[in-house]
Structure formats: C-alpha cells, structure tokens
C-alpha cells in the first residue's frame, strides 16, 4: 500500500509538471508516513549517501570540459572539419548535422548542450538551403541522441556508477553503436535529399589541402576521445581522473592553443557548469532516495521473479524491455530513469545471460528516443524553443527518426558485438 501511494503521488506531481528531483522527494517523504521503523532523517541520509561517491565527480569534470570547449572555439572548426568532410554528398548540410553531433559528442557528453548548439548554428543555415523548419529541428534533435553513448558520454558515466560496472568498458563499447547510428542516419538523410532535391548540385569544391588544413585545426579536440579512452584502458588513470584531465586539456586548448577564451567567457563557463551539474547533482540525490525505497520495497526481486516466470528467452526480454522504456521515456527524464531502473534490470541481466556492458548502450540509446516524444520529452522541448517549431509539425516530422532509432537499437540489443567487440578486443 505504501509503495502504491508513493508511486500515485510521484505520477501526479509529474503530471502538474512538478521539477523531477523536487517530485521524487516528495514522493520518497510520503512513504515515511507509512513505516515507524526509519525516521524522517533517513530521506536526507540517503540523498547525501547518494552524491558522496569519487566516481560522480567525473560527470562535474566531463561537464565543466564540455562547456569549456564550447568558448574555446572548436565547435567552428568542427563544422568547418564536418563541412568538407560532407561537401560532395547529397544534403550536405543535413550531412553536416549528423557529422557534427558525432564529433562534439565526444567533447560535450551532453545530448541536450549539443542539442542547443546545433538548433541555434544548423537549423536556420538549413532553412536557407531549402529543407523546412521542422525537419531540421527534428534531425538536429535525433542526431543529439548519438551523444550520450559516445565517450564520454555523462549517461554512460551514470550508468557505470550506478550498475557498478568498468566506465572504461562502457566508453569503449558506445563507439561502434554511434558510429552505426551516424551511419545510418546519413543514409536517411542521402535518400531524403535526393527526393526533395535539397543540395544535390552545385557542391562547393574543396580539395585535399582544405581537408588536411581542416583536420588539423580539430586534431586537438579529436584527440581528447582518444586519450580519454586510452588513459583509462591502459590503467594510467580512472574515469574520475580522466574528467580532471579533460578540464586541463579545455583550458589548455582555449588559452595556450586556439587563444580564443578571456576571462570573461572562463567565468561564463564555469558559472554555467555550477548551474548544469547542480540540477544533474540534486536528481542523482533524490533519485537515490527513491530508488532505496524501491529496494527496501524488495521491487527489484519482485520484477526479476515476474519476469523470469514470464519472459522466456533474451530475445523476448530485450522486445518486453524496449517497449517498458520507450513509454517510461516519454514521463520520465533519462538521468532519473538511469537511478531508478539501472537497481531493478541488474538482477535480471544476470538470469537472461546479458553482458551488462551491452545492456546499458540498449538501455541508454531506448531512454534517449524518450527525451524526443511527448508529453516530457526534453530534447524535442529544448529545440523547438530555440528553433520556434511548433510541437505538433515536430512530432509528424519525428516519425521517420524514431522507427530509425527504434531499429537501430534493435540492431544493437540483437547483434552483441556491436556493443562488445571493442571492450573485448582492447581489454
């Protein structure tokens, strides 16, 4: 009865759009009104406990890292190195967005800051070359969900801290699945442009020097993936020391490097990195509270009991799973839905045979495609404010994009390697 009122008050402070961390505490205080074996203080315990972990202080690091890298002028040479890398293709443009997402994905680590950027950069560029408002805001926020499985990508940080499993393996094991979901996408965006005609002549001409020249303005921050993932392989140091490391190498990269950081932008910067990592910080509490709840609630043995006895095969759980997530995704916000439900499948992961490693790209990527569909999706609410879209012509627009992402992590629940080559090989 408890665990039924808790969750009835938690879906209607959803409802009345109550912000996520300020509904799952109050939803995790009501249920002190049920028990006499805890006090009260346990709530504030429990959110403490939650944030006092080393291994967190990586998403502050990859996030202060991400925003710095966005004042430090890389993200111009990035679309200019995207730019030729795409100029000869159909839907150039369109080409460039998945391109660009791919690339900043490995320094922002955010889906939701590359989202922003590429709605104010791309989507009116693109207007220009004739593709229409929606579209462009529907692929820009698409193209962002390659983010978070790219490395160092924060849900990835998430998951590893919460699972309990090698951050390392994780980072390895989302390069492939974004490449994949890059290439799919651009094989979309081929076929769309030579129907509606958009960008199929008159290519700018650019030859092998501009792509050197190019390339070697953003060597410096496409090595950062590189070292990231190298340093925390080969042992030299942690996941949390490789955030701390990205942060110098930010900072390194827009004082000593391109020049092009002040003062004034660094403490812009870091300004925005207390307000991000702040509203990141207090879900991950209050999403700790909740989730010792579930435990003490015995919820994750009850779900792998049920679905043990009901569920037959690791086909049949990923189709069960994939079709839970995708409409918890559309109420729920993906770092809440990371805490809460990351408890409930490891237990189950272990019955059905299923690397944890493989499961958590399915289950982020799944989580993802919820930030882009109504009524909570923050992605798809995030680039239709910037880009002025209204919501109905951005959920008819989005269709196409969600089959392709539903097929895709199909494609990685079912094809194993995708996810494992790289941690198995590189061990």
């Known amino acids: 009865m408890a665990l039924i009122v808790v969750l009835s008050v938690l879906l209607i402070l959803f409802l009345l759009n109550v912000p996520i961390a300020f509904a799952l505490i109050v939803s995790t205080a009501v249920y002190f009104f049920f028990i006499d074996n805890f006090s009260s203080s346990i709530l504030i315990q429990r959110m403490v406990g939650g944030i006092e972990s080393v291994p967190l202080l990586a998403i502050i690091f990859f996030i202060t890292a991400g925003i710095l890298m966005n004042y430090t002028g890389i993200t111009t040479r990035m679309l200019r190195f995207a730019q030729i890398l795409t100029s000869r293709l159909p839907g150039s443009l369109a080409q460039v967005n998945v391109v660009l997402s791919t690339l900043m994905g490995g320094l922002s680590g955010s889906n939701i800051a590359d989202a922003a950027m590429q709605s104010k950069i791309l989507v009116p560029e693109m207007e220009k070359k004739g593709y229409s408002r929606s579209f462009a805001t529907v692929l820009t926020a698409a193209t962002s969900l390659i983010t978070p499985i790219i490395p160092p990508g924060i849900a990835l940080i998430m998951y590893g801290y919460v699972g309990n499993i090698s951050i390392g393996s994780l980072f390895l094991a989302g390069v492939l699945p974004g490449i994949v979901l890059c290439i799919i996408f651009m094989i979309y965006v081929h076929f769309y442009s030579k129907k509606h005609?958009?960008?199929?002549?008159?290519?700018?001409?650019?030859?092998?020097?501009?792509?050197?020249?190019?390339?070697?303005?953003?060597?410096?921050?496409?090595?950062?993936?590189?070292?990231?993932?190298?340093?925390?392989?080969?042992?030299?140091?942690?996941?949390?020391?490789?955030?701390?490391?990205?942060?110098?190498?930010?900072?390194?990269l827009g004082l000593a490097i391109y020049r092009e950081m002040k003062l004034k932008q660094l403490v812009r910067a870091l300004v925005e990195t207390v307000y991000t990592s702040a509203s990141i910080i207090i879900i991950i509490a209050a999403g700790s509270a909740f989730a010792w709840v579930l435990t003490l609630e015995k919820v994750p043995q009850k779900m792998t009991e049920f679905m043990?006895?009901?569920?037959?095969?690791?086909?049949?759980?990923?189709?069960?799973?994939?079709?839970?997530?995708?409409?918890?995704?559309?109420?729920?916000?993906?770092?809440?839905?990371?805490?809460?439900?990351?408890?409930?499948?490891?237990?189950?992961?272990?019955?059905?045979?299923?690397?944890?490693?493989?499961?958590?790209?399915?289950?982020?990527?799944?989580?993802?495609?919820?930030?882009?569909?109504?009524?909570?999706?923050?992605?798809?609410?995030?680039?239709?404010?910037?880009?002025?879209?209204?919501?109905?012509?951005?959920?008819?627009?989005?269709?196409?994009?969600?089959?392709?992402?539903?097929?895709?992590?199909?494609?990685i629940a079912f094809v194993p390697s995708i996810s494992l080559w790289l941690p198995t090989t590189f061990k």
Request: hydrophobic residues 60%.
């Open 308 to 411: 043990v006895t009901n569920v037959s095969s690791p086909i049949l759980f990923f189709l069960v799973v994939i079709v839970f997530l995708l409409v918890v995704g559309m109420f729920i916000e993906g770092n809440v839905s990371i805490i809460i439900l990351t408890p409930l499948f490891m237990p189950m992961l272990a019955q059905y045979g299923i690397d944890p490693v493989h499961f958590g790209i399915f289950f982020i990527i799944c989580i993802s495609i919820g930030t882009m569909t109504p009524p909570l999706g923050t992605i798809m609410f995030t680039t239709c404010s910037i880009t002025g879209t209204k919501i109905e012509d951005f959920i008819k627009s989005s269709i196409p994009f969600l089959i392709i992402l539903i097929i895709a992590a199909l494609l």
């Open 197 to 252: 005609k958009l960008e199929t002549d008159n290519k700018e001409h650019f030859t092998a020097k501009d792509l050197l020249l190019s390339f070697k303005d953003a060597f410096f921050a496409l090595l950062l993936p590189v070292i990231i993932i190298g340093g925390i392989r080969l042992g030299v140091f942690s996941a949390t020391e490789a955030g701390a490391i990205a942060v110098f190498y930010a900072l390194f």
